[in-house]
């Protein structure tokens, strides 16, 4: 069946650092991808979604390119902020715009020291 | 609100009695959504509610779970008789009927 798996976490870093938050998935056909994320004491929200192969999503200094070739979705910020400390989850949807259907990661633990 | 509410944030019980946890979804958002996040495990879902269509109950672990919408906007789910394996953190997020999800903060649930 469909199935995401991220690297374990947690992550630690140093402020403007570069993040990587590795991401791969297994589907049938094309999915679409996303990323949410979860601040200490808040729910989850979307930071980014891509829903077609080379497709690039980005947000809050945040990218993520969809690659059939290597079904990898992988976050990526170039210079980290103690403010980005939060979970991070990659999910994908076989059908776009149902959430029922998501298919979603552990979640990524990252913290940021200043 | 501005927000998806839920509550309790934090229910300890004990094994054997029925808890409800409430979900206020954001005002004009007519499909709602709750999802239970096990030690380990990725969100898994439980149940949809999309306007007055029958709800999608097809991810409800037993039937012991339970959930209603009332007037097209608050949820309530129940538990009865709890087990040491509901133990989770519940949550709940609301969209349009396609859409971004919004999620609360999620109400932990810690049976003894």
């Known amino acids: 069946g469909d199935s995401v798996t991220q690297m374990e976490g947690p992550v630690t870093l140093s402020e403007e650092a570069f993040l990587t938050i590795n991401c791969t998935y297994t589907?049938?056909?094309?999915?679409?991808l996303f990323w949410y994320v979860q601040y200490p004491g808040e729910g989850l929200q979307l930071l980014l979604k891509?829903?077609?192969a080379d497709d690039k999503g980005s947000n809050k200094g945040f990218e993520a390119t969809y690659r059939k070739e290597t079904t990898s979705f992988h976050l990526e910020k170039g210079s980290v902020q103690v403010s980005d400390s939060a979970v991070y989850f990659c999910?994908?949807?076989?059908?776009?715009?149902?959430?029922?259907?998501?298919?979603w990661g552990l979640g990524t633990s990252l913290a940021v020291n200043p | 609100g501005a927000g998806v509410s839920q509550s309790p944030s934090n229910k300890v019980t004990e094994k054997g009695k029925d808890v409800e946890l409430r979900c206020d979804p954001i005002?004009?958002?007519?499909?709602l959504y709750w999802y239970r996040q096990s030690l380990g495990q990725g969100l898994e879902f439980l149940i949809y509610?999309?306007?007055?269509?029958?709800?999608?109950k097809s991810g409800l672990p037993s039937d012991r779970f339970s959930a209603e919408r009332t007037g097209g906007s608050v949820s309530t789910l129940t538990i009865q008789r709890t087990q040491q394996e509901d133990s989770a953190v519940y949550l709940c997020?609301?969209?349009?009927?396609?859409?971004?999800?919004?999620f609360g903060e999620g109400s932990r649930l810690t049976v003894l």
């Open positions: 997020a609301s969209s349009y009927p396609i859409g971004e999800l919004f």
């Open positions: 005002s004009g958002h007519t499909a």
């Open positions: 509610f999309q306007g007055n269509s029958a709800p999608d």
């Open positions: 589907a049938t056909g094309y999915p679409s």
């Open positions: 891509a829903t077609k």
């Open positions: 999910a994908l949807s076989r059908n776009a715009g149902n959430n029922r259907k998501l298919i």
